[in-house]
Nanobody, 124 residues
């Protein structure tokens, strides 16, 4: 059984920063890409970022490039997402997910397994 423990969400002012963390159990991350997607109320799921196993190839969607940084620690079975220069459009529930071997195609959003999510709210 694949389980996720996501943390780090919260309320932040525009321009602020947050770091999300996710610890995964039940899979060997040596064989899984790991990343984040988000979903705001009334909107479609949106991929955020993903990092591939073996060569640590990283992908970001255009809307977060230059602001978000993803990193993984396979020894701890974890992934983190450092988010800077946050704006109201970043408000969403953020989900950690894993996908076998490669990052999801078609927008980095269709993972094999994912967690319950952590809420990020950007507001003054």
């Amino acid at each position: 059984q694949v389980q996720f423990v996501e943390s780090g969400g919260g309320l932040v002012q525009p321009g602020g920063s947050l770091t999300l963390s996710c610890v995964v159990s039940g899979v060997d991350l040596s064989y899984y890409a790991i990343g984040w997607f988000r979903q705001a109320p009334g909107k479609e799921r949106e991929g955020v970022s993903c990092i591939r196993p073996a060569d640590d190839l990283i992908e970001y969607v255009d809307s977060v490039k230059g602001r978000f940084t993803i990193s993984r620690d396979d020894a701890k079975n974890s992934v983190s997402l450092q988010m800077n220069k946050l704006g109201p459009d970043d408000t969403a529930t953020y989900y950690c997910g894993v996908h076998a071997y490669v990052c999801p195609s078609r927008g980095l959003k269709d993972y094999d397994y994912w967690g319950q999510g952590t809420q990020v709210t950007v507001s003054s």
